[in-house]
């Protein structure tokens, strides 16, 4: 058995996630993703009003900001048959995009930047951008108080790591420009939702805002910012850091992971044509969903909803005996904290029995996205690297996806047509489904309706596909086989676990614990 290293709870991520490994000369040779809060959303659902579900399920995070309401609602328009009204998609689609922008952004400057950054450079700044210089003196006076927070305490810097002052003194400004930008995305989207972070106006049947011309064009003013903050700082920052200082990370292919990829589709631009095309919001989605198994330059195939499958083998759940795997469509939430054998408290999905990476790499593999590509031929690898990189291309595209969607919606309200939801009974009986791809990756909701009430409620989440613990044949989690070859020189700072965590965006809660095999001596180090 190698070095024995823990890091619980990985910080700069939403919820609790411990992350375990063996180190065998300096390299990880083996895993553990560990969920260690228990999800009960599913119970709760239970027996009640079924419309009630999208309210419920956005509660389950408020840092995705309403991606549960959107594939709730479009679970229940499957289950309801239910035609939404092209203003409501509309509104769907704008409401998703903007946070689409503004979760990629926050995630690289806020939750991962850091993590290749030497933040003490800015101290040494000797620059004239009077802007740069007021954030070196606030940084001088804050270290000269020992009180640096955000920015620290943090894992020390490495060999990959920006060390230039001038360089580390303009992102962390960006860093600072990109939570005001945040706070304007939220102004942005309450003109449509109501309230951030959970929208109040999206449900079964569309979305019931009917937003005035004036509102529209204010809502236009704040999307073209988010779009000039996007293309001419974000995108620019994420191309220079991946292209330069973490080139070699990025050829190594650090945290590649599974090789598997899974998205659902996103952003419908027609509506439905008939109730097969519910679950999805609509038709000709600007990212199409598909599976690549195998390797990032296999084959998209399309994706067969029957084989998506969870096992609970190492779960801190139960199934009846006998009982390896379901279909979310029959899911059980029945948890067990005492099993033996079982390390966490998330299931492990599957789909046609392999585990699946989701998210914005998965996205970029299975539409083909021209850059990724031009960097894969140039010897980039499928990794943490390009997880940043894909984010940034898709906040650009998402961004000029969203103005003639505004354009239409104004079109609309000057015609004092803004009609964006219809209205209808619950089923007697029902079953449906919806799915859609969050910032984070896939997410699917299934309902089974029965006496007008919900009688079982399951979503599989993208953190669920990501950080899966084994299945019943023992295959490691992406989380888990990402780690795999991870670089650990040093025990006493894992920079290189936690950078291929980030990389994920978890959304899972500060302190570091790594234990010295020979002393069993546990050695904290508090992160941001």
Partial sequence: MGQRIIVDPITRLEGHLKVEVEVENGVVTNAWSTGTMARGVEVLLQDKDPRDAPYITSRICGVCE??????????LDHAFDVEVPEAGRIMRNLYMSAQFMSDHYIHFYVLSALDYLDIMAVADYAGNDAGLLAIRDKIRYLASKNDLSPFTPRYDPDEYCVNDPEIVTTLVSHYIKAVEMKAKSSKMRSIITGVQPHPNSVMVGGCTATPTVDQLRQFKDLWLEQIDFVNNIYIKDVEY????????LATMGLGGGTQNYLCYPMFPQDDPASSADRPFGGRNHIYKGGAVIGGASNAVE???????????????????????????????????????????????PRYKGQPMEVGPLARGVVNKYPGLMTLMEAGVKP???????????????VGEAGLPWIDRLTELALAGTVVGMKDKAVPKSAEGFGVWDAPRGALGHWIKIKDQRTKNYQFIVPTTWNASPRDEKGVMGPYESSLIGCPVPDANNPINIVRIIRSFDPCLACAVHVIDPESNNIKVHKVV
């Fill in 302 to 348: 399309k994706v067969d909803y029957s084989k998506i499958t969870e096992s609970v083998e190492y779960s801190w759940c139960d199934y009846p005996d006998g009982v390896d795997s379901l279909h979310p469509s029959e899911g059980i939430t029945e948890l067990n904290a005492r099993k033996e054998n079982a390390y966490s408290f998330c299931k492990a």
């Fill in 383 to 397: 990794g943490a690297v390009a997880r940043h990189y894909c984010r940034a291309v898709e906040s650009k595209t």
């Fill in 66 to 75: 309403g991606v549960h309401a959107i594939a709730s609602a479009y679970c």
């Fill in 241 to 248: 850091v991946g292209t330069g200082p973490l080139l070699e």
